[in-house]
């Protein structure tokens, strides 16, 4: 396996298919917390541990997937499993992380009411408890490579700032892009003298190709839909678009789902709930309730074939952009003009970050003195002791757990 040096460390070019998908498999069964945790995880794991990535590819890799709808934890890892291995390392990237949480989903989706019990407001209240020290020790360490020095950190802070005080689904959006405009314009690049880009396998052909289908299926689905009276295109269009016009991730395309499904008759509301519910407590990308949805439809596809239609069509959007946008992003990132802008990006991202940590994050989780203690306990685990995260998730969940039924 070939090697890429980059100052003190050694980074690996190149992996399998086959290990890109059990990498990823591992992470999508113990990776809970949402979109912005999963970040956390993807860096413990694939710059600390593994060093599959540099530390400014990563942050240039999130900043870049944070600008484009759909999943951002799931384009990151769609991006890395591409850099490793091309398509084929997207797609397992892809397969591995989603495949658990798509799983449990669909289960829960035939009506299994032990899973359905399984998840209460006590163990639920354990996940969220972990999920603040996963997304405050990905926000520490982004922050220490992306804004540490005045400049950035103010960046930083008055992104967080922002997004707090307008909390609209395009205002992270925003506060990137005037990062990014503030860079380019006041800060200067450094000599780059370490981190070498990876080579993304897709050509700027192939990449077009990509952004093209994504836009001609975005027209195309509803006008296919209203000439043909197929209920499993109806889906592929409703689901295809939901994930290519959604920004701010799995939360957001929730209420966008319920206006799909739920008015038409294709789910009731009290499934509709009750999938909800049952998304909170998986690990994983929050986009697989579609494949609950898919699973519960109250007309033909349904079952396991609905449930894998809905999947793939809400997924697909996030390949087309994933894929088409890599290449151009690996040139334009190289240039000292783009360099610059992305010193304000990253910093700009620290900030949304540090946003989300408060909001839904710590005020979703920390209710009590004791659920301050157990999440500075699971910083502790994560941060300083190195254990694995699906170590510090059980425990934590245990642990709040017995806290939720003592109080």
């Known amino acids: 396996m070939s090697r890429v040096r980059s100052g003190e460390d050694t980074f690996e070019a190149r992996s399998s298919p086959a290990a890109i998908f059990l990498t990823f498999l591992k992470l999508g069964l113990t990776s809970f917390g949402g979109p912005v945790a999963h970040l956390g995880y993807f860096h413990a794991e694939f710059v600390e541990r593994r060093k599959w990535i540099a530390e400014r590819d990563y942050a240039d890799l999130v900043a870049l997937c944070q600008f484009l709808p759909g999943p951002a934890s799931s384009q990151v890892g769609i991006g890395i499993g591409t850099s490793r291995a091309g398509l ?38 354990g996940l969220k408890v972990v999920a ?44 990137i892009a005037a990062g990014g405009i503030i860079g380019w314009l006041m800060l200067k690049a450094p000599v780059q003298q370490g981190d070498s880009p990876p080579q993304f396998a897709s050509n700027r052909q192939s990449a077009g190709v990509s952004l093209f289908l994504f836009g001609l299926l975005l027209i195309a689905l509803p006008v296919a839909a209203s000439i043909f009276p197929s209920q499993a295109l109806t889906l592929v269009d409703s689901f295809y678009r939901a994930g290519a016009l959604v920004f701010g991730g799995g939360h957001v395309v929730l209420p966008l789902l319920q206006a799909e499904v739920v008015p ?98 710590w005020t979703g989780a920390i209710r009590s003195t004791a659920d301050f203690g157990l999440a500075l306990a699971a910083f502790l685990m994560l941060g300083i002791w190195r254990l694995p995260p699906w170590l510090v998730v059980i425990v934590t969940a245990v642990v709040g757990a017995g806290l939720m039924l003592l109080g």
């Open 264 to 361: 038409p008759g294709w789910v009731t509301e009290d499934r509709f709930l009750a999938g909800y519910g049952a998304a909170q407590a998986v690990p994983g990308p929050l986009f697989t309730f579609a494949a609950y949805l898919g699973a519960v439809m109250q007309h033909s596809p349904n079952g396991w074939s609905g449930a894998v239609l809905c999947l793939v069509a809400i997924f697909l959007p996030s390949f087309f952009l994933v894929y088409g946008a890599l290449p151009f992003w690996d040139v334009l990132r190289r240039k000292s003009a783009m360099q610059s802008a992305s010193l304000g990006i990253n910093a700009a991202v620290v900030g949304v970050l540090l946003a989300a940590l408060y909001d839904p994050v």
């Open 88 to 125: 084929a390392g997207g797609l397992a990237a892809w397969l591995g992380f989603t495949a658990p949480s798509a799983f449990l989903m669909l289960t829960f989706g035939y009506g299994t009411l032990a899973l359905g019990d399984a998840v209460s407001r006590d163990w639920l209240h």
């Open 132 to 175: 603040v020290a996963v997304v405050a020790q990905a926000v520490w360490a982004m922050a220490r490579m992306s804004a540490s020095d005045a400049p950035r950190a103010t960046i930083a802070v008055a992104a967080a700032i922002l997004v707090l005080a307008a909390p609209v689904a395009a205002i992270p959006i925003v506060a």
